[in-house]
């Protein structure tokens, strides 16, 4: 616990620590010591430290606050994170919004149609969250949905991602395959669960913590894109110990602005092996002797992680 700071007694009760589990604007709920709930506002000054983004506090940050006669809360300050993600703010491009920190796991749910998620998708999320030093994982969602060539790719997709290290699921909301799994892997963590409008977080949420009972949306015939149903980040506890992180479409955190020298290390593969490259700036796009380009050539690397990588060093489009 926090000295007072000055405050005389009067003005609060006592000041406390927890960690933000929902942001609507002004107002924070944040949890504190035995799962209590306090409604929270933020202090005046803590708006003017000149922090970069939209949102001083965001969903997982843990904070200090005054706890008021009245019941609610005054954050006071933010204990520092270990991680944190971000994406551009929709009205203002040159902010930023935090959209949560001190993740232990990024997951990304993944169908392979309705909608589709595109193997550039996968790496462009998987390289935005290698830049916050958060590890990912893929969840194949609507298992049951799938058979013959769209199963067939469901399972391309796990022998791609699968052997470089990224733990793979393959999950249905309906038959409730892989939730066990997903239990287990969640559990003790405070996991983030992404992907496109209409992949079937929402459900696969409910099954994961039925008590929950979010909304989930209908797939929009015109586009086969799923309606939005999630309008802000929100972590909720779980019952096997750990958060779970839901959050609104990911359009905008994956389209962070990478400086091409680093995309590189944001490919296990890549990074691995450039070392050997004889020139220490090379980009593995038309340089000589490029020891990434050769290992594309003797089938050591993938064609299509490597596409995928030039296509991010050309800031070409991702959604197609």
């Not at 933000?20 to 430290?49: D, F, I």
């Amino acid at each position: 616990m926090l000295p007072a700071q000055g405050k005389q007694a009067a003005a609060y009760l006592c000041e406390v620590d927890g960690i933000v589990l929902k942001s609507t604007g002004s107002w924070l709920q944040v949890a504190g010591s035995e799962h209590a709930m306090y409604s929270c506002r933020v202090r005046g000054q803590l708006r003017l430290r000149g922090i970069d983004s939209t949102n001083p506090i965001a969903v997982g940050d843990h904070v200090f606050f005054e706890i008021q006669d009245d019941g609610n809360g005054i954050i006071t300050d933010i204990a520092p994170r270990k991680n944190y993600i971000i994406r551009k703010s929709v009205k203002l491009s040159k902010q930023t919004q935090i959209l949560a920190a001190n993740i232990d796991m990024a997951w990304l749910v993944v169908t392979p149609e309705l909608p589709k998620t595109s193997t550039g998708f996968i790496d462009r999320f998987i390289a935005a969250a290698e830049s916050f030093r958060i590890p990912t994982g893929l969840i194949f969602n609507k298992s049951d949905l799938f058979k013959e060539d769209l199963e067939a790719v469901q399972h391309e997709y796990i022998d791609l991602y699968a052997p470089l290290g990224y733990p793979c699921f393959k999950t249905s909301s309906i038959t409730h395959e892989g939730i066990s799994d997903l239990h287990e892997a969640f559990s003790g963590k405070v996991n983030l669960l992404a992907g496109h409008s209409g992949v079937g977080k929402s459900s696969l949420i409910n099954v994961l913590e039925p008590e929950l009972k979010l909304k989930t949306g209908d797939i929009s015939r015109q586009h086969l894109k799923g309606k939005h149903t999630t309008t802000f980040a929100e972590m909720h506890p779980l019952r096997m110990g750990g958060f779970l992180i839901d959050t609104p479409g990911i359009r905008e955190f994956v389209n962070i602005d990478f400086k091409p020298a680093e995309i590189g290390h944001y490919f296990v593969e890549i990074r691995a092996r450039m070392h050997a490259c004889k020139f220490n700036n090379c980009l593995h796009e038309n340089e000589k002797d490029c020891a990434i380009k050769a290992a594309v050539e003797k089938g050591e690397i993938n064609r299509v992680r490597y596409y995928n990588y030039l296509s991010i060093l050309r800031n070409e489009d991702i959604f197609r």
